[in-house]
């Protein structure tokens, strides 16, 4: 008979693409994911993956199989999550799927207190550029700039406003003023995925005559750039009050405000545990993310 914890199993090593990544996800030695795996390809009497030195990739009839048993993966683990910590109890794990700076502003402003609030509450967090797929339960909350049109519930938290930044250092190394595309200046500027943000256009926008030092697909490491005199950047302004050294030297009005949302799974509005955490993350979030003249101080 088909054993459906395997289906969990052949999920992680789909969404992983290697044994030893699944393994590592789900907390279990290798071989025992390659023993689940092969227990359900014999169930089921088709193979599922091709195994090779690089991974694991999926045959036509793993992508048929996968694709039909998403949803049903997705509600066992929630099904799992929801009978660990039952409604009214604020136990168990939550799992947040946030930028790398938002898990900085988490880790230094709500959790520890979060911790000591909860103490048989554990986090999880998941810091990544990419949006969590919250329906396959790769985590109970996430952070987003865009509103989720999927069925998932919303909540905004605030706007974030953009300002270029540079250090002092820099400043006094590059007294130059802003010229028309910054001509003369050093700038460091996102690259990969976040090449196409706003960030990103308005450097190629306004930075057409500076010298590109530096790029990152990390806005934190952009910030801890800014920060160490390498270079200008136009910066979300959450993200520059991470790094002191990092001096507001022009507002960027041009640049739209984007809203920002906290992120679940409607089946997850019934949980303790992740409306205490959701709680907590949206009063800090709504304060972080405050317009200057409505912050205290």
Same mark, same amino acid.
């Given at each position: 008979? /088909?054993?459906?914890?395997?289906?969990?199993? @052949?999920?992680?090593?789909?969404?992983?693409?290697?044994?030893?990544?699944?393994?590592?996800?789900?907390?279990?030695?290798?071989?025992?994911?390659?023993?689940?795996?092969?227990?359900?390809?014999? @169930?089921?009497?088709?193979?599922?993956?091709?195994?090779?030195?690089?991974?694991?990739?999926?045959?036509?009839?793993?992508?048929?199989?996968?694709?039909? =048993?998403?949803?049903?993966?997705?509600?066992?683990?929630?099904?799992?999550?929801?009978?660990?910590?039952?409604?009214?109890?604020?136990?168990?794990?939550?799992?947040?799927? =946030?930028?790398?700076?938002?898990? &900085?502003?988490?880790?230094?402003?709500?959790?520890?207190?979060?911790?000591?609030?909860?103490?048989?509450?554990?986090?999880?967090?998941?810091?990544?550029?990419?949006?969590?797929?919250?329906?396959?339960?790769?985590?109970?909350?996430?952070? &987003?700039?865009?509103?989720?049109?999927?069925?998932?519930?919303?909540?905004?938290?605030?706007?974030?406003?953009?300002?270029?930044?540079?250090?002092? &250092?820099?400043?006094?190394?590059?007294?130059?003023?802003?010229?028309?595309?910054?001509?003369?200046?050093?700038?460091?500027?996102?690259?990969?995925?976040?090449?196409?943000?706003?960030?990103?256009?308005?450097?190629?926008?306004?930075?057409?005559?500076?010298?590109?030092?530096?790029?990152?697909?990390?806005?934190?490491?952009?910030?801890? @750039?800014?920060?160490?005199?390498?270079?200008?950047?136009?910066?979300?302004?959450?993200? @520059?009050?991470?790094?002191?050294?990092?001096? /507001?030297? #022009?507002? /960027?009005?041009?640049?739209?405000?984007?809203?920002?949302?906290?992120?679940?799974?409607?089946?997850?509005?019934?949980?303790? #545990?992740?409306?205490?955490?959701?709680?907590?993350?949206?009063?800090?979030?709504? /304060?972080?993310?405050?317009?200057?003249?409505?912050?205290?101080?």
């Amino acid at each position: 008979m /088909l054993d459906w914890n395997d289906l969990r199993y @052949a999920h992680a090593v789909a969404g992983a693409g290697s044994l030893i990544a699944a393994a590592r996800a789900l907390g279990v030695h290798q071989t025992t994911v390659g023993r689940r795996l092969d227990a359900l390809e014999g @169930a089921l009497g088709v193979r599922l993956f091709v195994r090779a030195v690089t991974g694991m990739t999926m045959t036509p009839d793993g992508a048929r199989v996968l694709s039909s =048993i998403d949803a049903l993966t997705a509600s066992l683990t929630r099904f799992e999550q929801g009978a660990r910590g039952a409604p009214g109890s604020v136990r168990g794990l939550v799992r947040i799927a =946030i930028t790398e700076t938002g898990a &900085r502003n988490l880790v230094e402003g709500v959790l520890g207190a979060l911790l000591v609030t909860y103490p048989d509450l554990s986090l999880e967090i998941v810091p990544s550029n990419s949006a969590a797929d919250l329906a396959r339960g790769e985590a109970d909350l996430a952070m &987003r700039l865009v509103k989720p049109d999927d069925g998932l519930v919303a909540k905004r938290l605030g706007h974030v406003t953009y300002g270029l930044y540079a250090s002092d &250092r820099y400043c006094a190394r590059n007294p130059l003023p802003l010229r028309e595309g910054l001509a003369g200046h050093d700038v460091v500027a996102p690259s990969r995925e976040l090449a196409g943000g706003p960030e990103a256009r308005w450097l190629q926008a306004h930075a057409s005559q500076a010298r590109c030092r530096l790029q990152a697909s990390s806005l934190a490491t952009l910030a801890q @750039a800014v920060a160490a005199g390498l270079g200008v950047c136009a910066l979300p302004v959450s993200v @520059a009050d991470t790094c002191p050294e990092a001096r /507001l030297i #022009r507002a /960027l009005p041009e640049i739209p405000p984007r809203p920002v949302w906290l992120v679940m799974h409607p089946e997850m509005r019934g949980i303790a #545990r992740v409306r205490a955490v959701a709680a907590a993350i949206t009063a800090e979030m709504r /304060l972080r993310l405050a317009p200057r003249s409505s912050r205290a101080g």
